[in-house]
């Protein structure tokens, strides 16, 4: 049987449309916000900023130029660069990704839902918010939504990676960003806006010496950009190798954090000039807190009362649903070319991965969509899961050697920026010194506050132990079978 065919990008725009696309997703229009008023405004902002410098850019590039020289999905990524006995890593990269894909596609789903309900003037009518939450909560409707946004996922990877995955986010992008611009000077214009932009960037330096806000803004940082998630590598893949590596990469990572930052505007401007302290406490501790709290319940309730009547809440509500509709499908759209990618490196036909893929999200994801306990477990599992793959990630480049990786890897492009002999320190102790540090904290903080009797039963949704068990389950049978997995998907290699 002949090798298919390689496809590329078919331009460097395409290129970065679509890892713009992986990297800009809910969390940029849901969770930032909150984060950013339960840390100390402009004083986690400081934090945060500081975290895209020393974690997520320093991943990126290594995430890039891993796909691009290795052009396989994690398994075969990690163990062609790392070594073979890395294979399961490189699965556990994978099975992360998944994890969060067979959850994230229901969220996706209640995006386009409240899209419909702003467009049809129900947000604009509606009184009672939590009351419609709880109605579409409970009901079918996020398992149709669910199932609807898998079928619009996997036919689009269906059609390819320049027919499919760059033309989707050639349009998907450009207008995610003029939606995102269109409601950012709108909120601008609205009286006492500047006071919630004052309050975002103007930092509380005292509050820096605390280290939950370091903590915070790290995770954040990690979540928000994609770095770890193996996503990009995977898209880096299907590069020319003229194609820059550190540039696609810098352009990334700050064009995700340049939408949290508009996004947190928006978000805090239209607070001030609303509700003012009542907003702000709303964030930190009520209707706000939580992020299915801030998207459904309190941002709709007050949109409602932005002046201009119900026809403006209902433009504004369907603009920001759309925007962040669209921000989720770009990001579920390389989950599932992702998990496709690494089950047919093992063998299995591309349209029939693609298949198994759309299949196993919707029965995994079906528990998510019926149950915000089971999806939040889920979140917490796989979201400090991340950061887990990022350090495995940045194991399998310490492996081939970082100075070597840096030369072969990443400084091969002439068109490219040359990175130095400083981004060896970044990946052989400033990247594992961070996960290492926060995953700890993630533990102990789950242990001592969050579940201190019941820390250890894997079946609480919140405990130690759930995640333990998840993970474990999972690690303990990629090692068991990495012999298995690498030679699959390495081959002739």
Same mark, same amino acid.
Request: proline fraction near 3%; charge should be positive; hydrophobic fraction near 50%.
């Given at each position: ?8 990008f ?8 679509s890892?713009?696309?992986?990297? #800009? ?7 930032f ?15 945060? #900023?500081i975290?895209?410098?020393?974690w997520?850019i320093?991943?990126?590039?290594a995430?890039?130029?891993l ?9 075969g990524?990690?163990?062609?660069i790392?070594?073979r006995k ?5 699965a556990f990269?994978?099975?992360v990704?998944?994890?969060i894909?067979c ?10 839902r409240?899209?419909f309900?702003?467009?049809?003037g129900?947000?604009?009518k509606?009184e ?7 109605n579409?909560?409970?009901s ?22 320049v ?7 050639k349009?998907?992008i450009?207008i995610l960003?003029?939606?995102i611009?269109?409601?950012? #000077? ?15 960037y103007?930092?509380?330096w005292?509050d820096?010496?605390?280290y ?6 790290l ?7 994609g770095?770890?998630w ?8 299907y ?9 696609n990469g810098?352009?990334t990572?700050f ?7 508009i ?5 805090f401007?239209?607070v001030?000039?609303?509700e003012s302290?009542?907003?702000i ?5 009520g209707?706000?807190?939580t992020? #299915?709290?801030?998207?459904?319940i ?8 932005l002046?201009?009547g ?19 499908l770009?990001?579920?759209i390389?989950?599932?070319q992702?998990?496709s ?5 093992l ?9 198994f893929?759309?299949?196993l999200?919707l029965l ?7 149950s915000?306990t ?14 887990l793959?990022g ?20 400084n091969?492009?002439k ?17 594992p ?6 995953i700890?904290w ?10 201190s009797?019941?820390?250890?039963n ?7 132990g759930?995640?333990i068990?998840q993970w474990?389950?999972c690690?303990t ?5 990495n012999k298995?997995l ?8």
């Amino acid at each position: 049987m002949s090798k298919p065919k390689q496809e590329f990008f078919s331009s460097r725009l395409g290129i970065v449309l679509s890892m713009i696309g992986v990297a #800009v997703g809910a969390g940029n229009i849901w969770r930032f916000s909150r984060i950013v008023a339960q840390n100390g405004g402009g004083s986690f902002v400081v934090a945060w #900023v500081i975290f895209l410098f020393i974690w997520s850019i320093p991943l990126i590039i290594a995430e890039i130029a891993l796909g691009k020289k290795a052009r396989k999905a994690p398994i075969g990524a990690l163990a062609k660069i790392g070594g073979r006995k890395m294979g399961w890593m490189g699965a556990f990269v994978a099975v992360v990704a998944t994890g969060i894909m067979c959850y994230y596609s229901v969220i996706v789903g209640w995006g386009l839902r409240y899209f419909f309900y702003g467009v049809s003037g129900t947000l604009a009518k509606t009184e009672d918010f939590h009351s419609l939450w709880t109605n579409f909560s409970t009901s079918a409707q996020p398992l149709i939504f669910h199932i609807l946004t898998l079928v619009v996922g996997c036919f689009i990877i269906l059609k390819g990676v320049v027919r499919g995955i760059e033309r989707t986010n050639k349009i998907l992008i450009p207008i995610l960003l003029l939606i995102i611009f269109i409601i950012f #000077v709108r909120a601008l214009t609205l009286p006492g806006a500047m006071g919630g932009i004052k309050y975002f960037y103007t930092p509380v330096w005292s509050d820096l010496l605390n280290y939950r806000i370091w903590i915070e803004a790290l995770t954040q940082n990690a979540w928000d950009t994609g770095a770890g998630w193996g996503l990009l590598l995977v898209y880096a893949g299907y590069m020319h190798r003229r194609e820059s590596v550190v540039v696609n990469g810098c352009l990334t990572a700050f064009s995700n954090n340049a939408v949290s930052l508009i996004m947190g505007m928006t978000i805090f401007a239209t607070v001030f000039a609303l509700e003012s302290d009542f907003g702000i406490q709303q964030l930190i501790s009520g209707e706000g807190s939580t992020q #299915v709290g801030i998207a459904f319940i309190f941002l709709p309730k007050l949109f409602n009362q932005l002046p201009g009547g119900p026809l403006v809440h209902s433009s504004f509500a369907s603009l920001f649903f759309l925007a962040f509709y669209f921000a989720a499908l770009s990001s579920t759209i390389s989950m599932i070319q992702l998990t496709s990618q690494t089950i047919a490196e093992l063998g299995v036909e591309k349209k029939s991965a693609i298949l198994f893929t759309g299949i196993l999200a919707l029965l995994v994801g079906i528990p998510s969509a019926i149950s915000i306990t089971f999806l939040e477990n889920q979140d917490t599992v796989w979201g400090l899961g991340l950061l887990l793959s990022g350090l495995f990630i940045a194991i399998s480049v310490i492996s081939y050697g970082v100075n070597r990786f840096r030369e072969d890897a990443i400084n091969i492009s002439k068109q490219d920026f040359k990175i130095k002999k400083f981004y060896n320190a970044f990946i052989m102790c400033v990247i594992p010194a961070q996960a290492i540090v926060l995953i700890s904290w993630f533990f102990y903080h789950i242990i001592c506050c969050v579940d201190s009797e019941g820390w250890w039963n894997p079946l609480r949704p919140f405990s130690a132990g759930t995640i333990i068990m998840q993970w474990g389950v999972c690690i303990t049978v990629f090692i068991v079978f990495n012999k298995w997995l690498v030679k699959k998907t390495l081959k002739k290699y």
